[in-house]
């Protein structure tokens, strides 16, 4: 079992940066890919970006490629994801994701199994 817990979001004016942590309890956090999705409001979650286990290998929507960058600190069980040049339609809650399968890095939220609570981030234009 996984616990996460998002922390970071807030507001901020179009074109700023803002950085979302992901904290998981227990120790299999560093054997699991590991997402971020978001959902604005009125619509579906959406997949952002994912990260290998490992750290090796990362995978991101083209909505926020060359924006946004996912990373990982497994020695501190947590998980990053920095926003960079945020657009008024970055205005989501954000939630982290455990996919505990390692099979490959998914875009689907139903192939993860964990769930943090979200944090919201709210772009000003």
């Known amino acids: 079992q996984v616990q996460l817990v998002e922390s970071g979001g807030g507001l901020v004016q179009a074109g700023g940066s803002l950085a979302l942590s992901c904290a998981a309890s227990?120790?299999?956090?560093?054997?699991?890919?590991m997402g971020w999705f978001r959902q604005p409001p009125g619509k579906e979650r959406q997949f952002v970006a994912a990260?290998?286990?490992?750290?090796?290998?990362?995978y991101y929507a083209a909505a926020v490629k060359d924006r946004f960058t996912i990373s990982r600190d497994n020695a501190k069980n947590t998980v990053y994801l920095q926003m960079n040049s945020l657009k008024p339609e970055d205005t989501a809650v954000y939630y982290c994701?455990?996919?505990?399968?390692?099979?490959?890095?998914?875009?689907?939220?139903?192939?993860?199994?964990?769930w943090g609570q979200g944090t919201q981030v709210t772009v000003s234009s």
């Open positions: 994701a455990a996919d505990r399968s390692s099979s490959g890095l998914h875009v689907r939220p139903y192939d993860y199994d964990y």
């Open positions: 227990g120790r299999a956090f560093s054997s699991y890919n």
């Open positions: 990260i290998r286990w490992t750290g090796d290998n990362s």
